[in-house]
Protein backbone atom coordinates (compact mmCIF):
# COMPACT_ATOMS: atom_id res chain seq x y z
CA UNK A 1 0.00 0.00 0.00
CA UNK A 2 1.46 3.33 -1.36
CA UNK A 3 -0.10 6.42 -0.21
CA UNK A 4 0.92 9.54 -2.41
CA UNK A 5 0.29 13.62 -1.28
CA UNK A 6 1.27 16.01 -3.79
CA UNK A 7 2.34 19.83 -3.07
CA UNK A 8 4.14 23.23 -4.82
CA UNK A 9 0.75 23.61 -7.24
CA UNK A 10 -0.24 27.20 -7.13
CA UNK A 11 -0.13 30.38 -9.96
CA UNK A 12 2.38 31.81 -11.70
CA UNK A 13 2.66 33.83 -14.28
CA UNK A 14 3.28 32.71 -18.15
CA UNK A 15 7.05 31.47 -18.77
CA UNK A 16 7.40 30.97 -14.71
CA UNK A 17 8.96 28.16 -13.08
CA UNK A 18 7.49 25.75 -10.47
CA UNK A 19 8.29 22.16 -8.87
CA UNK A 20 6.00 19.89 -7.84
CA UNK A 21 6.74 17.31 -4.67
CA UNK A 22 5.07 14.04 -4.46
CA UNK A 23 5.28 12.34 -0.79
CA UNK A 24 4.93 8.67 -0.82
CA UNK A 25 4.57 6.42 2.54
CA UNK A 26 5.30 2.71 2.60
CA UNK A 27 8.31 0.76 2.69
CA UNK A 28 8.59 -0.13 -0.90
CA UNK A 29 8.81 3.36 -2.46
CA UNK A 30 11.53 2.82 -4.79
CA UNK A 31 9.89 -0.99 -6.01
CA UNK A 32 7.37 1.46 -7.73
CA UNK A 33 7.34 3.43 -11.35
CA UNK A 34 6.11 7.08 -10.19
CA UNK A 35 4.03 9.39 -12.69
CA UNK A 36 2.47 12.52 -13.29
CA UNK A 37 -0.42 13.10 -14.89
CA UNK A 38 -2.57 16.36 -15.64
CA UNK A 39 -6.50 16.72 -16.06
CA UNK A 40 -7.57 20.41 -16.95
CA UNK A 41 -11.61 21.35 -16.63
CA UNK A 42 -13.29 19.46 -19.25
CA UNK A 43 -9.94 17.37 -20.27
CA UNK A 44 -9.60 13.78 -19.72
CA UNK A 45 -6.83 12.99 -17.50
CA UNK A 46 -3.38 12.95 -19.80
CA UNK A 47 0.15 12.27 -19.07
CA UNK A 48 2.74 14.10 -18.46
CA UNK A 49 6.12 12.53 -17.13
CA UNK A 50 7.32 8.92 -15.76
CA UNK A 51 10.50 7.90 -14.16
CA UNK A 52 11.43 4.08 -13.63
CA UNK A 53 11.45 2.92 -9.99
CA UNK A 54 15.55 2.69 -10.50
CA UNK A 55 15.76 5.68 -11.53
CA UNK A 56 17.45 5.76 -14.71
CA UNK A 57 14.37 6.04 -17.64
CA UNK A 58 12.64 8.77 -17.66
CA UNK A 59 9.63 9.82 -20.43
CA UNK A 60 7.71 12.67 -20.85
CA UNK A 61 4.52 13.80 -23.08
CA UNK A 62 5.58 15.37 -26.76
CA UNK A 63 3.90 18.97 -24.95
CA UNK A 64 6.20 19.21 -21.78
CA UNK A 65 9.53 17.50 -23.44
CA UNK A 66 12.45 19.94 -22.91
CA UNK A 67 10.36 22.20 -20.11
CA UNK A 68 9.63 19.82 -17.33
CA UNK A 69 12.15 17.06 -15.74
CA UNK A 70 10.83 14.53 -13.31
CA UNK A 71 13.15 13.26 -10.97
CA UNK A 72 12.89 10.60 -7.91
CA UNK A 73 15.10 10.69 -4.25
CA UNK A 74 14.18 6.96 -3.23
CA UNK A 75 16.09 8.05 0.47
CA UNK A 76 13.08 10.59 1.13
CA UNK A 77 10.10 9.07 -0.54
CA UNK A 78 9.65 11.75 -2.78
CA UNK A 79 8.93 12.17 -6.36
CA UNK A 80 9.76 16.04 -8.14
CA UNK A 81 8.39 17.55 -11.39
CA UNK A 82 10.23 20.48 -12.05
CA UNK A 83 8.90 22.67 -14.53
CA UNK A 84 9.94 25.27 -16.20
CA UNK A 85 9.18 27.88 -19.43
CA UNK A 86 5.50 27.27 -18.07
CA UNK A 87 2.38 28.06 -20.65
CA UNK A 88 -1.45 28.56 -20.29
CA UNK A 89 -1.85 25.00 -21.56
CA UNK A 90 0.02 23.71 -18.58
CA UNK A 91 -3.10 24.70 -16.11
CA UNK A 92 -4.41 22.06 -14.45
CA UNK A 93 -4.98 19.86 -11.10
CA UNK A 94 -1.22 17.57 -11.46
CA UNK A 95 -1.67 14.40 -10.09
CA UNK A 96 1.33 11.68 -8.74
CA UNK A 97 1.04 7.96 -9.29
CA UNK A 98 2.83 5.13 -8.80
CA UNK A 99 3.08 1.81 -10.83
CA UNK A 100 4.87 -1.83 -10.20
CA UNK A 101 3.67 -2.78 -14.03
CA UNK A 102 6.15 -1.52 -16.54
CA UNK A 103 3.39 0.97 -17.14
CA UNK A 104 4.36 4.87 -18.85
CA UNK A 105 1.90 6.59 -20.57
CA UNK A 106 -1.89 4.59 -19.62
CA UNK A 107 -3.32 5.80 -16.26
CA UNK A 108 -5.07 2.54 -15.94
CA UNK A 109 -1.76 0.91 -15.45
CA UNK A 110 -0.71 2.98 -12.24
CA UNK A 111 -1.67 1.17 -8.95
CA UNK A 112 -2.38 4.50 -6.14
CA UNK A 113 -2.95 8.17 -7.25
CA UNK A 114 -2.30 11.62 -4.63
CA UNK A 115 -5.51 13.92 -4.44
CA UNK A 116 -4.02 16.40 -6.97
CA UNK A 117 -2.52 19.50 -6.83
CA UNK A 118 -3.48 22.72 -8.72
CA UNK A 119 -0.92 24.51 -11.58
CA UNK A 120 -2.79 27.90 -12.76
CA UNK A 121 -0.49 29.66 -15.44
CA UNK A 122 -1.72 33.36 -15.82
CA UNK A 123 -1.06 34.74 -19.58
Known amino acids: QVQLVESGGGLVQAGGSLMLSCAAS????????MGWFRQAPGNEREFVAA????????YYADSVRSRFTISRDDAKSMTYLQMSSLKSEDTAVYYC????????????????WGQGTQVTVSS
Open 51 to 58: ITSSGGST
Open 97 to 112: AAAIARVVSVSRGYDY
Open 26 to 33: GRTFSSYR
